[in-house]
């Protein structure tokens, strides 16, 4: 999940290939696929897992000061119980008690067990569901000469008014 610990995070994630020489797949496993066991997919549904910014957010996080303590414990599974919403990113969370922790590591062999993979293509265009599929990528090596696989990403919000209601964004557009 793009943005995992982010309470406004985006709807959806839009990336666009420049390069990808070395055809780089992008792993993709959506939250439909899965075949959880009713223990776990219970525990994921319970507030019982923290979540933390990666790597591409540096400094404070608004709101969000005094370290992990700082960061409630919510569900991975939210939303109707007959077509649940996922918020997953092995890297980025923690669950708060051991059963939520091999919740954590059942859940995460079930994504990588059911991941497919999209090769872009200069010009190719995918847009990913942050709510009903998590992302990756293969591993690779980079060489940083200039020609590695580059990807563009734009995170899209459906209702940009949520930002303004938890007060995270203050418009910069001026009234006509």
Request: with cysteine.
């Amino acid at each position: 999940t793009e943005d995992v610990f982010h309470p406004c995070r985006a709807d959806y994630v839009a990336l666009l290939c420049l390069r990808n020489p070395d055809g780089v797949g992008t792993t993709v496993a959506s939250v439909e696929d899965l075949d959880l066991p009713a223990g776990a997919r219970g525990t994921l549904a319970e507030p019982r897992f923290r979540f933390f910014p990666d790597d591409s957010h540096s400094g404070p996080v608004p709101g969000r000061e005094g370290g992990p303590a700082a960061y409630p414990e919510e569900r991975v599974l939210f939303g109707p119980a007959h077509a649940p919403y996922l918020r997953f990113d092995v890297d980025f969370m923690a669950g708060a008690d051991p059963a939520a922790a091999e919740a954590v590591r059942a859940t995460d062999a079930l994504l990588r067990s059911s991941a497919g993979r999209v090769v872009l293509h200069p010009g190719d265009l995918v847009f990913i569901d942050n709510y009903k599929v998590v992302h990756g990528r293969d591993p690779f090596t980079p060489r940083y000469d200039g020609e590695d696989r580059w990807l563009k990403r734009v995170n899209l919000l459906r209702d940009v008014r949520r930002l303004y209601a938890q007060g995270r964004l203050r418009s910069r557009l001026v009234p006509a």
